[in-house]
Nanobody, 126 residues
Framework: QVQLVESGGGLVQAGGFLRLSCAAS????????MAWIRQAPGREREFVAI????????YVADSVKGRFTISRNNAVNTVYLYMNNLKLEDTAVYYC???????????????????WGQGTQVTVSA
C-alpha cells in the first residue's frame, strides 16, 4: 500500500510558475513508476507526465511539452511537477499516481495506475 500526498497547488496568473510535489509513504519508492494526471471541471482525467523508477526516463503530454517537467528524488520519496508559462487551460485538479508497471508505449496507461493521491487544485487566472 502506498499513500500519496500532493502539495504546491494554488492560484497563479497566466504565464506564471508552480511546482507541485507528491510525497509517497513507502519504503520502496524507487520501485514505482510515477505519473501526474489532471482533471479539469467537466472533463475526463488527462495524462500530464510520467517518470520511471530512476528518473532517467520521462515523458510529458503534447499539451504541456516545453512548459512542464517531471522529476523525482528517491532519497526523499517525492516526485515533482514543474509548471512554467501556465495557461488558463492548465486549470485542473492535479493528481499523482503510482504503479509497479514500467512505462509502456501507451502513456495513458497511467490513468489506470493503482495508487492515487487526493489531488491539489491549480487555478490559472487571466
Amino acid at each position: 500500500q502506498v499513500q500519496l500526498v500532493e502539495s504546491g497547488g494554488g492560484l497563479v496568473q497566466a504565464g506564471g510558475f508552480l511546482r507541485l510535489s507528491c510525497a509517497a509513504s513507502t519504503s520502496t519508492f524507487s520501485a514505482y513508476t510515477m505519473a501526474w494526471i489532471r482533471q479539469a471541471p467537466g472533463r475526463e482525467r488527462e495524462f500530464v507526465a510520467i517518470v520511471n523508477w530512476s528518473g532517467g526516463e520521462t515523458y510529458v503530454a503534447d499539451s504541456v511539452k516545453g512548459r512542464f517537467t517531471i522529476s523525482r528524488n528517491n532519497a526523499v520519496n517525492t516526485v515533482y511537477l514543474y509548471m512554467n508559462n501556465l495557461k488558463l487551460e492548465d486549470t485542473a485538479v492535479y493528481y499523482c499516481a503510482a504503479d509497479h508497471r514500467r512505462i509502456g508505449t501507451d502513456l495513458t496507461e497511467a490513468l489506470q495506475y493503482e495508487y492515487w493521491g487526493q489531488g491539489t487544485q491549480v487555478t490559472v487566472s487571466a
